[in-house]
């Protein structure tokens, strides 16, 4: 339920969401580290410049709301009127607003459900009619808003109460990059521990180094973990010169192989390594599941040495992630397409009739959580969507989505002669996967249709 009201110079906007937990559990789920990362929309294009944003009377975070590239807009926000278990509120210390608070109150309606309301009053440092305008603007974006942060949250709590509390120290790899920085929050907000390991450390930053292209790590500092998640990996996207092939392999099979070889010495080595993957591992054009038979290519020849690097862990279960595309505006294959969607220019690639095999982060984060909680998972793991579309299917969704026009095509020729053996891999790949192993072992899909997906990620409600 939402509602607008003017009082003065500032805009109120009001948002309910009713919670299936007690006022006391919802208010601490609010307070769990993450949380907040993990309630950002991808579609509002917001950076967290603080190493982490908590709820605790007084803490202060600092955000940088895109405008494009890396400009941005600085925002600082405090929490005050904390009242434990009862309410909080985050206020602008300094930003582009000229007043801004955020009220979060939790009224009980019985033991195990509350009703959360968001209360936001806000002031646009225009006058007269351009600032009516724009805060009508920002009302819509804030329904938008608090409308995809109502389904994260149902969606965690459904989620969350299908495993074990217990708290797990897990190693990261690649944190920082779209799939990680994701799972990252979603981790942290069911309670566990998220080591970051990086190349490049910065200031106060709690991490571990390693370098990759000397095989070098500090032994030590990789003890006593519960579980490895392995992303890093150079992204595929772009010309596949002979140097970014170089890239894309070392970065994936010489990091595998200095992270198992130092696993595999230690003396209390984690009971579970989860490996990225792709499904691109798969022959084109025919329904693969884990069994299925192995393609042709260069995406597949890297995925076959990045998975037999990662079998060599003998201390623990190996899972091997088997990725389709990932559905997020913040980056891969939707982050490109977007604006070409948004002004019309949306195109059909090939003949369409080809299948692409796809998932949205979201449930490619709970896929993750599945799969370390489910210890009986092991081996390549098919992650996509139960529902794999044509290429056609999808570039009619989008741009139904976004309601734009859709004629453009590329031809499979044009798409060869531009993009190379890149295009012809990816852009033009058949791939029809089924994740038959997360479906046998009872997983959640919570977005398994791709209209559904869109909407979600896009803040189209």
Not at 267 to 291: D, M, W
Not at 360 to 380: F, W
Request: aromatic residues 12%.
């Amino acid at each position: 339920m939402t509602k607008k009201v003017m009082e003065d110079e500032n805009y109120t906007f009001k948002f309910e969401t009713k919670l299936p937990l007690s006022k006391k559990d919802a208010f601490d789920w609010h307070k769990r580290r993450g949380m907040l990362e993990r309630l950002s929309p991808p579609f509002f294009n917001t950076k967290l410049i603080s190493k982490e944003s908590v709820v605790e009377p007084g803490e202060i975070s600092h955000f940088k709301l895109m405008l494009f590239s890396d400009v941005g807009l600085d925002a600082f926000f405090g929490i005050t009127d904390y009242v434990e278990g009862e309410s909080f509120t985050d206020k602008q210390v300094k930003g582009p607003f000229s007043f801004w608070e955020h009220h979060h109150r939790f009224k009980e309606i019985d033991s195990k459900s509350c009703i959360l309301e968001d209360e936001v009053t806000f002031r646009v440092p225009l006058e007269s009619f351009l600032g009516a305008m724009l805060n009508s603007k920002i009302a819509k974006r804030l329904n938008h808003m608090f409308s995809y942060r109502r389904e994260v949250l149902l969606n965690d709590i459904d989620f969350c109460a299908k495993y074990p509390e217990k708290k797990l120290h897990i190693l990261m790899t690649g944190a920082k990059v779209l799939v990680g920085s994701a799972l990252s929050s979603f981790l942290k907000t069911m309670g566990h521990v998220v080591m970051p390991i990086t190349r490049h450390l910065q200031a106060d930053e709690k991490a571990i180094f390693w370098d990759i292209e000397n095989q070098k790590i500090e032994p030590k500092d990789l003890e006593g973990y519960d579980a490895v998640i392995h992303l890093a990996g150079e992204n595929v996207a772009g010309l596949w010169t002979d140097s970014k092939k170089e890239k894309i392999f070392k970065s994936r099979i010489h990091s595998t192989r200095l992270l198992v070889n130092t696993l595999n010495k230690l003396k209390n080595p984690p009971k579970t390594f989860i490996c990225a993957s792709g499904c691109n591992y798969y022959s084109q054009g025919t329904l693969s599941t884990e069994t299925g038979s192995q393609g042709n290519g260069f995406l597949t020849d890297v995925i076959k040495e990045w998975e037999e690097e990662a079998s060599l862990y003998k201390e623990g279960r190996v899972a091997l992630m088997r990725t389709g595309v990932v559905l997020s505006p913040k980056g891969g294959m939707l982050k490109k397409l977007l604006h070409s969607y948004e002004l019309g220019l949306g195109v059909k690639i090939g003949k369409g009739k080809n299948h692409l095999s796809w998932i949205s982060i979201d449930d490619l984060v709970y896929q993750y959580y599945h799969v370390l909680m489910t210890k009986s998972l092991i081996g390549p793991i098919n992650v996509t969507s139960p529902h794999p579309v044509t290429f056609n299917d999808f570039s009619k969704s989008l741009a139904a989505a976004l309601h734009r026009p859709l004629f453009l095509k590329f031809p499979e020729g044009f798409i060869e002669s531009v993009f190379g053996q890149m295009g012809k891999e990816t852009m033009l790949s058949d791939l029809i996967v089924k994740p038959e192993k997360l479906l046998a072992s009872n997983s959640s899909f919570y977005f398994p249709d791709l209209e559904h997906s869109f909407k979600h990620v896009l803040g189209i409600y």
